[in-house]
Nanobody, 125 residues
Framework: QAQLVESGGGLAQPGGSLRLSCTAS???????????MGWYRQAPGKQRELVAS???????NYADSVKGRFTISRDNSRKKISLQMNNLNPEDTAVYYC????????????????WGQGTQVTVSS
């Protein structure tokens, strides 16, 4: 299994921006290329939910709540994904997790695969 390491969380003001990154180690590039990569988040008292995902063909999927504000990208050569978050609002406050998996989960579910340790994003004035 890959080891996923997230970075880039922190504090932002409403309307501000943050960029998250996730790098996979213990995995060769050709294997990394076979996986779907995703960002999930979990706010206190809530279930973990999909934010955005990107597959090996660079097809993307976004939660309705972040469409037009967040952009997921993927650099296979670096075994890295990023999440550019713009126009943040307090409802975006959560721990954000990077995930790597083969099969998409059912709607509302979470995938079976590897997870990072999470990075805190707080949006507050």
């Amino acid at each position: 299994q890959a080891q996923l390491v997230e970075s880039g969380g922190g504090l932002a003001q409403p309307g501000g921006s943050l960029r998250l990154s996730c790098t996979a180690s213990r995995m060769i590039t050709s294997v990394f290329n076979m996986y779907i990569m995703g960002w999930y988040r979990q706010a206190p008292g809530k279930q973990r939910e999909l934010v955005a995902s990107i597959d090996y063909r660079f097809n993307t999927n976004y939660a309705d709540s972040v469409k037009g504000r967040f952009t997921i990208s993927r650099d296979n050569s670096r075994k890295k994904i990023s999440l550019q978050m713009n126009n943040l609002n307090p409802e975006d406050t959560a721990v954000y997790y990077c995930s790597q998996y083969r099969d998409p989960p059912p709607p509302g579910g979470v995938p079976q695969g590897s997870w990072g340790q999470g990075t805190q994003v707080t949006v507050s004035s």
